[in-house]
């Protein structure tokens, strides 16, 4: 039976995608009567990044053609271009620092127009991603880490035990396929309410989650990336520990699951401890160990008693992680010498050690302007596909965009009537109930 032609859906080529994304971007969020804004800067440069992913798809599809020559040069000017426009956004992220007034701004649609066309677009991903099904699998664009390897191969292991207990019969690769799009629409799903809880609940204005929630789903990146699963999970923690900054415990939990999945999110753990300095900072760190050692340690016994034969330290050994070791991955260090890359992360070990303490205290826009900044540096050095992981820092890039004034947006401080406290204050007190008295002296009230 020939399939219908309604059911032939396929969005546009990656180009036209970028200019008519492009195109809706500016109807919806540029603000007219405003031209020299801030805003409408940072809508523009939004899409600063995608004439690199086209350079680079470009270099791919040339050197599969035998232009070995050409596909080189393509690839390091993609690069190239990728971490310029990087540069640019680690700089307006660490710029964002010093903007405190922010007007109100609103979209050109209200919400209800917004909600559809986000809706609307994230449908249209979902198919995008299910018609790539009779196509030419989809190019794995980083390598993944050996937890989110492992969660795939358990969400396989689980549909595959279900056809078959229903008499279904399934290869292997179709249930791969679709355990790792499943993972990945989930992960979309999650990063998308969590933009819009947290312009419903820390902006104030719901218009502003649902109008960045909808920007999420028709930026390029989304659409480039839409099956790399191993991009966008931990960001969906990330967002969601963002949204319980109130609650250090909780954040605490959040983005110590996105460190047991991935090595990203660990590294903003400096940044977070210091924002929840004196306002629950150790509350924060014990959960975020306790998640992180959780997390790890299933993933450790898992791949310990399974068939591979692997080992946690075997599925660690990532060179692309590691500065000091040759680039074995495809970056703009690829065929340099290791002590090139060096510096550059002894560059942004010393950033994240300067946003520990720098500017204290901390509110939530300078939570997520340095937590962006932490993200973006790291593919400077990082040494496999640097520049292309957009996903990882793209929803804070969004809720910079779109926030309010949020310099009274903090942590709630650890008061007398806390738990914490009133745990120390009675332990306090019993040690002065059982405290020797001096000859003389009154019995002192408690």
């Known amino acids: 039976m020939e399939p219908s032609v309604f059911l032939d859906f396929r969005l546009p080529n990656a180009a036209t995608w970028f200019y008519f994304s492009l195109i809706l971007t500016v109807a919806l969020f ?13 809508l523009l440069m939004l899409f600063l990044l995608v004439p690199g992913f086209l350079l680079v798809q470009e270099a791919a599809v040339l050197e599969k053609a035998g ?8 690839r390091a000017l993609g690069y190239g271009w990728l971490l310029t426009g990087s540069a640019h956004w680690f700089a307006r992220a660490v710029f964002d620092l010093v903007l405190v007034k922010r007007p109100a701004v609103s979209a050109n649609m209200n919400i209800h127009g917004l909600s559809w066309l986000g809706i609307a677009l994230f449908v249209c991903l979902n198919a995008v991603a299910v018609r790539q099904t009779d196509q030419a699998p989809q190019e794995l664009v980083g390598n993944r880490p050996a937890s989110i390897e492992q969660m795939q191969n358990t969400a396989t292991a689980v549909v595959e035990q279900a056809h078959s207990t229903n008499g279904g019969q399934a290869s292997t690769e179709t249930v791969q396929f679709w355990a790792a799009r499943g993972l990945a629409m989930l992960c979309h799903a999650a990063v998308l309410a969590g933009l819009v809880m947290i312009g419903w609940r820390h902006f ?6 649902v109008g960045a929630a909808a920007l999420y789903t028709l930026l390029p990146y989304t659409a480039y990336n839409i099956g790399q699963y191993h991009h966008v999970l931990p960001t969906a923690f990330l967002v969601w520990a963002v949204f319980c900054y109130r609650r250090p415990t909780l954040a605490g939990w959040l983005l110590g699951l996105a460190a047991g999945t991935s090595v990203v999110p660990a590294l903003l753990f400096p940044l977070w401890f210091g924002f929840f300095s004196r306002r629950g900072a150790s ?9 992180t050692v959780a997390s790890v340690g299933i993933t450790a016994l898992v791949l310990w008693i399974g068939p591979s034969g692997l080992n946690l330290v075997t599925a660690l050994h990532l060179t692309e992680w590691k500065p000091w070791t040759v680039p074995t991955g495809e970056s703009i260090w690829t065929g340099t010498h290791w002590a090139y890359r060096l510096p550059v992360f002894v560059l942004f070990v010393g950033f994240v050690a300067a946003v520990t303490f720098w500017p204290a205290p901390k509110n939530l826009s300078h939570l997520l302007a ?25 929803p804070l890039l969004l809720l910079l965009v779109f926030r309010p004034n949020l310099s009274t947006a903090e942590p709630p401080a650890v008061v007398p009537g806390s738990v914490l406290a009133r745990w120390a204050g009675a332990a306090w007190r019993r040690v002065r109930r059982n405290e020797p008295q001096s000859p003389g002296s009154k019995p002192l009230a408690v």
């Open 30 to 42: 540029f603000q007219f009567t405003r031209l020299l804004s801030i805003r409408n800067l940072d």
């Open 67 to 74: 232009h070995g020559g050409r596909a080189a040069r393509e």
């Open 204 to 209: 104030g204005d719901l218009t502003a989650g």
């Open 283 to 291: 509350r924060f760190g014990l959960a975020f160990l306790t998640a």
């Open 370 to 394: 340095q937590s962006a900044a932490v993200l973006i540096g790291i593919q400077f050095w990082h040494a496999d596909r640097g520049g292309q992981y957009v996903l990882w820092y793209l």
